[in-house]
């Protein structure tokens, strides 16, 4: 158990359909990042956030949003789902942002989109 | 940008063998982090070994230990007396160390099966 949870573990839901995935990172973690994990596939950067503000942005859709709150937990947001949003979301947490500091993974978020 | 190369998407081992798994990336970083996870069926991402590239010698983790040819920009893994549990997907990944956004880039991974 890395300490990072996530919430929900699976979701289903429609094409058109707007999901919120949360995050909450290890206690006094600081910096929360986004991964897209798609079938087959190795994880792609989408978004971090550290104390509250948005530090990195990867390939993230415009339809996709992300925020972190005062009490550091972070939701991922998906608007307008297509069939290829199905993935494997997951939330790392690290104390800070420098790449000495090790990423914690959380166990993901699967979303099937039909 | 950095990018994280595995060639091999599968690769089999007999059981109590030795199986190496390859990885090369591209940067022009002079200092970053290499690291290998295992991702089992239950999908969740358990790091494995981990290198500093500043560091010459080799990282080593009980049975698992990395070849880390920097000139190269190689970094293979190498599990010893391979167990069933070794089972799942490996990935290699990349993570800047002078760069703040420090995320992680990850290769496409390289899925190991154990014949018992």
């Known amino acids: 158990d890395s300490g990072v949870t996530q919430t929900p573990k699976h979701l289903i839901t429609a094409t058109g359909q707007r999901v919120t995935l949360r995050c909450s990172p290890r206690s006094g973690d600081l910096s929360v990042y986004w991964y897209q994990q798609s079938l087959d596939q190795g994880l792609q950067f989408l978004i971090q956030y550290y104390n509250g503000e948005e530090r990195a942005k990867g390939n993230i859709l415009e339809r996709f949003s992300a925020q972190q709150f005062p009490d550091l937990h972070s939701e991922l947001n998906l608007s307008s789902l297509e069939l290829g949003d199905s993935a494997l979301y997951f939330c790392a947490s690290s104390v800070g942002t420098g790449g000495y500091y090790e990423q914690y993974f959380g166990p993901g978020t699967r979303l099937t989109v039909t | 940008a950095q990018t994280v190369t595995q060639s091999q998407p599968e690769m089999s081992v007999q059981e109590a063998e030795t199986v190496t798994l390859s990885c090369t990336y591209d940067t022009s970083e002079s200092d970053y982090y290499l690291f290998w996870y295992k991702q089992p069926p239950s999908r969740q991402m358990i790091l494995v070994i981990r290198?500093?590239?500043?560091?010459?010698q080799n990282a080593t983790e009980n049975r698992f230990s990395v070849n880390f040819q920097k000139a190269a920009k190689s970094f293979s893994l190498k599990i010893s007396d391979s167990q069933l549990g070794d089972a799942a997907m490996y990935f290699c990944?990349?993570?800047?160390?002078?760069?703040?956004?420090?995320?992680?880039?990850f290769g496409t991974g390289t899925s190991l099966t154990v014949i018992p």
């Open positions: 990944a990349y993570r800047s160390a002078v760069n703040t956004g420090n995320q992680f880039y």
């Open positions: 290198q500093e590239a500043y560091k010459q």
